[in-house]
């Protein structure tokens, strides 16, 4: 039973993670160094690691504009 729920924790993590970047990855405005659907695809295969190669790499990360300044 704990095996079980080991099993569906882990895949519904997996899920989740895969959901995260697929989501980064799609609504960004700019990606580095890959073309976007290259970098999903290394998102699918590699998993995390595929993932954390693009939020370390390939995501180009801009300032928020605050609403309030």
Same mark, same amino acid.
Request: proline fraction near 6%.
């Given at each position: 039973?704990?095996?079980?729920?080991?099993?569906?924790?882990?895949?519904?993590?997996?899920?989740?993670?895969?959901?995260?970047?697929?989501?980064?990855?799609?609504?960004?405005?700019?990606?580095r160094?890959l073309?976007?659907?290259?970098?999903?695809?290394?998102?699918?295969?590699? $998993?995390?690691?595929?993932?954390?190669?693009?939020?370390? $790499?390939?995501?180009?990360?801009?300032?928020?504009h605050?609403?309030?300044?």
């Open positions: 039973m704990l095996a079980a729920l080991v099993v569906i924790l882990g895949l519904a993590l997996l899920a989740g993670w895969l959901t995260l970047c697929l989501r980064q990855v799609f609504l960004a405005e700019r990606v160094f073309p976007r659907w290259v970098w999903a695809v290394v998102c699918l295969i590699s $998993i995390p690691f595929g993932g954390i190669l693009y939020l370390l $790499i390939g995501q180009v990360w801009t300032p928020r605050d609403p309030r300044t």
